[in-house]
């Protein structure tokens, strides 16, 4: 089965800060890949779809790229309301794979 | 508005059974894929299960295989997982979500709580 592989798994950074996170799958995957966000006590919400493309209504400051095996999301300027919980998916097929996930919180 | 709204969780013994239900609204049920995904306390996601559109094709993860059974009635755009010889590791919100293009789950529900002990 594929491995998904996400870094850091928590993160501490300031408001206004750029954020990167990165997801490593253990075989090529093209860009099947997605980003979800999940706040604490609430069910999990799509930001990005097929690495690169961003769901409707998501704020601008959230991006991802890569393809192949290695993908980076990115908050260009950390904002209070970011706090979460953010996790890779991959989904070609069954068995569906999500990352372990990353925990930000604010410096 | 498009939303799905999960139920049935509760306290259940170690060999017990369960069934979860997930209602659908804003949407026709029968017209998408669905899944089941669940969050052990303090843990990360995990793919339970999925079913076709009109549940005659369902996958599961293998360490529910056997066990867990997913189901729908599109007539009542409900979703269901029957859960048999549940163990603590069981344990965990379960959330169903909508399978939609780009193979994306959204939306998710709020999610149901199944605690397995004695």
């Known amino acids: 089965d594929m491995q998904m592989t996400q870094s850091p798994s928590s993160l501490s950074a300031s408001v206004g800060d750029r954020v990167t996170i990165t997801c490593q799958a253990s075989q090529d995957i093209s860009n099947y890949l997605h980003w979800y966000q999940q706040k604490p006590g609430k069910a999990p919400k799509l930001l990005i779809y097929d690495a690169s493309n961003l769901e409707t209504g998501v704020p601008s400051r959230f991006s991802g790229s890569g393809s192949g095996t290695d993908f980076t999301f990115t908050i260009s300027s950390l904002q209070p309301e970011d706090i979460a919980t953010y996790y890779c998916q991959y989904y070609q097929d069954v068995p569906v794979t999500f990352g372990q996930g990353t925990r930000l919180e604010i410096k | 508005e498009v939303q799905v709204v999960e139920s049935g969780g509760a306290l259940v013994q170690p060999g017990g059974s369960l069934r979860l239900s997930c209602a659908a609204s804003?949407?026709?049920?029968?017209?998408?894929?669905m899944h089941w995904v669940r969050q052990a306390p303090g843990k990360g996601l995990v793919w339970v299960s999925r079913?076709?559109?009109?549940?005659?094709?369902?996958s599961y993860a293998d360490s529910v295989k056997g066990r867990f059974t997913m189901s729908r009635d599109n007539a009542k755009n409900t979703l269901y997982l029957q859960m048999n010889s549940l163990r603590a590791e069981d344990t965990a919100v379960y959330y169903c979500?909508?399978?939609?293009?780009?193979?994306?789950?959204?939306?998710w529900g709020q999610g149901t709580l199944v605690i397995v002990s004695s």
């Open positions: 804003g949407f026709t049920l029968s017209s998408y894929w």
């Open positions: 979500a909508r399978d939609v293009p780009h193979r994306r789950f959204d939306p």
């Open positions: 079913s076709d559109n009109d549940g005659r094709s369902t």
